[in-house]
């Protein structure tokens, strides 16, 4: 059973400056996702990753995927207040043995809020 | 761009009545999802279909049922609503691996369960 963990689950930072939010998961997977969701909305799609090494910017946001650690973490850089949400990660894994329904097993979440 | 819509963003429900949560998907996905979001939880599969009428248990089936007579719309039956079953029900629909990348997520219903 692939398990997930997300840390910090909630992270209180300052403008301006720089975090990491890692992501353990425990059995193999060969794609990770990251999402962001605001409050009340549903899940907005950050980052695929697919191979070791994968590293995905977007603006202050960078993803990396390390298979071998089985870990992928996100870095915010300079952070704003517009980044304040939770933030998910989610491996995927093969549910059905019979071949191609692959289901997402999520972190708890990491609540970020960015003060001024 | 509608890609996965939830039929209802708000719920109330009281106990023992039995509650129909609709999903539908305009993107022939042949694979669809229902999890239940709780705070400090995260995201947690109930069930799964990778085809109509086919249908699998997730990691927290208890309490509910699925449908998918149509390949575009996947519904979740709770057959007698509790009051732990008061959460937010996100649906999200994906193609095969091979396929694509992208997994789509509906809105959300948020459900309360008087």
């Known amino acids: ?116 | 761009d509608v890609k996965v819509t939830q039929s209802s963003r708000y719920l109330v429900k009281r106990t023992g009545e039995k509650v129909f949560l609709e999903c539908v998907q305009d993107m022939d996905h042949e694979n669809m999802f229902w999890y239940r979001q709780d705070p400090g939880l995260g995201l947690r599969l109930i069930y799964f279909s990778y085809d109509v009428k086919m249908k699998e248990k997730g990691d927290i089936p208890e309490g509910y049922s699925v449908s998918r007579e149509k390949k575009e719309r996947f519904s979740l039956i709770l057959e007698s609503a509790s009051t732990n079953q008061t959460s937010m029900y996100l649906c999200a629909s994906s193609f095969p691996r091979e396929t694509d990348l992208s997994w789509y997520f509906g809105p959300g219903t948020r459900l309360t369960v008087l």
């Open chain 1, 1 to 116: 059973e692939l398990k997930v963990e997300q840390n910090p689950l909630f992270l209180s930072m300052q403008e301006g400056k720089n975090y990491t939010i890692y992501c353990n998961y425990s059995t193999t997977s060969d794609r990770l996702y990251w999402y962001r969701q605001d409050p009340g909305k549903s899940l907005e799609s950050l980052f695929v990753l697919l191979s070791n090494g994968a590293v995905k910017q977007e603006g202050r946001l960078m993803a990396s995927l390390d298979t071998k650690a089985r870990l992928s973490t996100l870095h915010i850089t300079a952070a704003v207040h517009d980044l304040s949400a939770t933030y998910f990660c989610a491996a995927l894994f093969v549910m059905y043995s019979g071949g191609g329904a692959d289901g997402l097993t999520f972190g708890k979440g990491t609540h970020l809020i960015i003060q001024p």
